[in-house]
């Protein structure tokens, strides 16, 4: 079975750019989340979907965070404008259902460097 | 403030050696789950507990959720240099509302 599938793995970009990251579950993991983990710290969700709807995005900054998941399967992170402090790995996993005890399959990340 | 502490932050051992590490919250939770994870790869579950008093044995680990449902730990029993990496616990509060990690233990054993 596939894993969870991430790119790219790395991007380097200066400040007030716009970058984007894609994520492809699990087949029929009805579930999506995307993470970010900085650097000596675990990882934090920005936001998770049940198939195409939004279930918890509370910690995703709005002003310059935005995710789709188009179709209930792939899903797109963008950051538009980025700032230094966005410097970290991106982690995309996902989840048979919704429960929140459900395993979590981890893609490997895509690292994010903004200088 | 961070809902889940983890202690130690790193700990570098000898292959063989037994280790202990922790994750302690102010906050009750439904459930914890411990997951490792190496350089460059994200995380990988080993256990979930969800009973207060919860003992579970994987291999050479051990998880034992607190009685109070506020902490856990982990035991690993005889180190290999396999077993590096870095240990996350992460749970659901008791509203069933917030699922968080924390901040990791990095372990290093060496050969």
């Known amino acids: 079975e596939a894993g969870v599938a991430q790119s790219p793995r790395y991007k380097i970009i200066e400040k007030r750019q716009s970058v984007a990251f894609w994520c492809n579950p699990i087949?029929?993991?009805?579930?999506l989340y995307w993470y970010q983990q900085i650097l000596g710290q675990g990882p934090k969700l920005l936001i998770q979907?049940?198939?195409?709807?939004?279930?918890?995005d509370s910690q995703l900054p709005k002003d310059r965070f935005s995710a789709e998941r188009l179709k209930g399967v792939d899903s797109t992170l963008k950051i538009q404008p980025a700032k230094l402090e966005d410097s970290a790995v991106y982690l995309c996993?996902?989840?048979?259902?919704?429960?929140?005890?459900?395993?979590?399959?981890f893609g490997p990340g895509t690292r994010l460097t903004v200088l | 403030t961070q809902l889940l502490e983890q202690s130690p932050q790193f700990l570098s051992i000898q292959e063989g050696e037994n280790l202990t590490v922790y994750c302690n919250s102010s906050s009750v939770f439904s459930s914890l789950q411990w997951y490792r994870q190496e350089p460059g790869e994200g995380p990988v579950l080993l256990v979930t507990?969800?009973?207060?008093?919860e003992v579970k044995k994987l291999k050479r680990l051990t998880f034992q959720f607190g009685d109070a449902r506020k902490d856990s730990s982990l035991h690993i029993t005889a180190a290999q240099p396999g077993d590096t990496g870095l240990y996350l616990c992460?749970?659901?509060?008791?509203?069933?509302?917030?699922?968080?990690f924390g901040p990791g233990t990095r372990l290093s054993v060496l050969p």
């Open positions: 992460a749970g659901v509060d008791n509203y069933g509302q917030n699922f968080v």
């Open positions: 979907f049940q198939n195409n709807g939004v279930v918890d």
């Open positions: 507990v969800v009973t207060g008093g």
């Open positions: 996993a996902s989840s048979f259902s919704s429960g929140r005890i459900d395993e979590q399959f």
């Open positions: 087949s029929g993991h009805a579930t």
